[in-house]
């Protein structure tokens, strides 16, 4: 099993610009989380999704940010536009039936800079 | 919000030695997960307590979780220099697919 795939690892980006993460769930699941991970906030929940569908996105910083999942096996988080305060390890996570006791299986994460 | 606080930040010992690492958190739950961090990596699930159970082991994990005091411990006994990490810990509650995940803390384990 390939586990949950994110692309890209890393990313360098300037001020202003859009970025596109990248996720891909491990097959059968049907929950899909994003997170936010800095050394000042820690592990920060931004959204997820069961079923595709987008159950809590409170933690989603700012109009600025977006997450969409189009079908069961990719999800995009969007930027638009960056900032340097963005700059931070984005994760992708899955889980099986979304239950809060179900194992969530990490991707690596996407290193993003933004000068 | 940071729903756990993990105690200690850091932590380093010897291979060998037991380290154990403590979480508070603030809300009713209804189970606990321990998470590890490798440096450059993503998170892995090591184990899960419910809300109802007081102990759990597996291999050399052992986790315990008082709900009256809203706390939790991990203990890693026998420790390697492999296990050197972050661990966090993860509250779930109600229904919600959500997991609320702690500061975590710093294992380093030497030679």
């Known amino acids: 099993d390939a586990g949950v795939i994110q692309s890209p690892r890393h990313e360098v980006t300037e001020m202003g610009q859009e970025v596109t993460l990248r996720c891909k769930p491990i097959?059968?699941?049907?929950?899909l989380f994003w997170y936010r991970q800095t050394m000042m906030r820690g592990l920060e929940l931004l959204i997820y999704f069961n079923n595709n569908v987008p159950i809590d996105d409170s933690g989603m910083p700012e109009d600025r940010f977006s997450a969409k999942m189009p079908n069961a096996s990719f999800s995009t988080l969007k930027i638009q536009p960056s900032e340097p305060r963005d700059s931070a390890v984005y994760f992708c996570?899955?889980?099986?039936?979304?239950?809060?006791?179900?194992?969530?299986?990490f991707g690596p994460g996407t290193r993003l800079t933004v000068l | 919000s940071q729903q756990g606080e993990e105690d200690p930040q850091a932590l380093s010992i010897q291979e060998g030695e037991n380290a154990t690492m403590n979480c508070s958190y603030k809300?009713?739950?209804?189970?606990l997960q321990w998470y590890r961090q490798n440096s450059g990596r993503g998170l892995v699930h090591l184990i899960l307590?419910?809300?109802?159970?007081r102990e759990k082991h597996s291999g050399r994990l052992r986790v315990t979780l008082d709900t009256s005091k809203k706390s939790s411990s991990l203990l890693i006994t026998a420790s390697r220099a492999a296990d050197t990490a972050s661990y966090f810990c993860?509250?779930?509650?109600?229904?919600?697919?959500?997991?609320?995940f702690g500061t975590g803390t710093r294992l380093q384990v030497t030679l």
């Open positions: 996570a899955s889980s099986f039936d979304g239950a809060s006791t179900d194992t969530q299986y």
């Open positions: 809300t009713s739950i209804n189970n």
């Open positions: 307590i419910r809300s109802n159970e």
């Open positions: 993860a509250t779930g509650a109600g229904t919600a697919s959500k997991l609320t």
């Open positions: 097959s059968g699941h049907n929950s």
